[in-house]
Nanobody, 124 residues
């Protein structure tokens, strides 16, 4: 089992930055691909960014390219999402998730483990 706990969400003005963290407990964190997802009210959940188990393979949705950076520290069992130049449309609940398979995380469905989410609100 892997337990995931997100933190770092909050209220920020448009153009500002936030760094989300997802701390994992349980076994073999370094074996899992990790992803960040978000869901805004009335919208479907979308994949934001994905990183493979060793950290060299990355995926970004178009919405975050050039503004978001995903990274991980396997020694700390933590994955991060640095979000810069935030826009109003980035407002959502952000979730981290884990799966053994990178492609599964990119697809965003039937992942093994999910966190509880952290709210990000961008104000004008």
């Amino acid at each position: 089992q892997v337990q995931l706990v997100e933190s770092g969400g909050g209220l920020v003005q448009a153009g500002g930055s936030l760094r989300l963290s997802c701390a994992a407990s349980g076994r073999s964190f370094s074996s899992y691909a990790m992803g960040w997802f978000r869901q805004a009210p009335g919208k479907e959940r979308e994949t934001v960014a994905v990183i493979n188990s060793s950290g060299w393979r990355l995926y970004y949705a178009d919405s975050g390219k050039g503004r978001f950076t995903i990274s991980r520290d396997n020694a700390k069992n933590t994955v991060y999402l640095q979000m810069n130049s935030l826009k109003l449309e980035d407002t959502a609940v952000y979730y981290c998730a884990a799966d053994i398979y990178y492609a599964t995380v990119v697809a965003g469905t039937r992942l093994d483990y999910w966190g509880q989410g952290t709210q990000v609100t961008v104000s004008s």
